[in-house]
Nanobody, 123 residues
Framework: VQLQASGGGLVQAGDSLRLSCAASGGTFIKFIMGWFRQAPGKEREFVGRISWSGRSIYYADSVKGRVTISRDNAEKMTYLQMNSLKPEDTAVYYC?????????????????WGQGTLVTVSS
């Protein structure tokens, strides 16, 4: 499956932003979809993931309450809605896909990655 993330940009602290991830070339409904981010000079960090059905969603503590992950299986899209953005949310955001695995928060568990979209939050 190929993934393409989009929707990043420059925003101010407190703003909202919705990132999108378009999938192609695979059976989308089979995949668990995850969002990760990587800030300059830091390791890639788990943001959250959504099950194939959308019924199970799991967020990192660092973003819980400020982000919402959703998916549209008919359109092969995954979304990351981010609210109350902070300068520390500045990062390249990646969507990722996997069919199964042991640790949903580990980037090593994911088999497919999008190219990333840059989110910059100014103070």
């Amino acid at each position: 499956v190929q993934l393409q993330a989009s929707g990043g940009g420059l925003v101010q602290a407190g703003d909202s932003l919705r990132l999108s991830c378009a999938a192609s070339g695979g059976t989308f409904i089979k995949f668990i979809m995850g969002w990760f981010r990587q800030a300059p000079g830091k390791e890639r960090e788990f943001v959250g993931r959504i099950s194939w059905s959308g019924r199970s969603i799991y967020y990192a503590d660092s973003v819980k309450g400020r982000v919402t992950i959703s998916r549209d299986n008919a359109e092969k899209m995954t979304y990351l809605q981010m609210n109350s953005l902070k300068p520390e949310d500045t990062a390249v955001y990646y969507c990722a896909a996997k069919i199964s695995g042991w640790d949903d928060s580990s980037s090593y568990d994911y088999d497919y990655w999008g190219q990333g979209t840059l989110v910059t939050v100014s103070s």
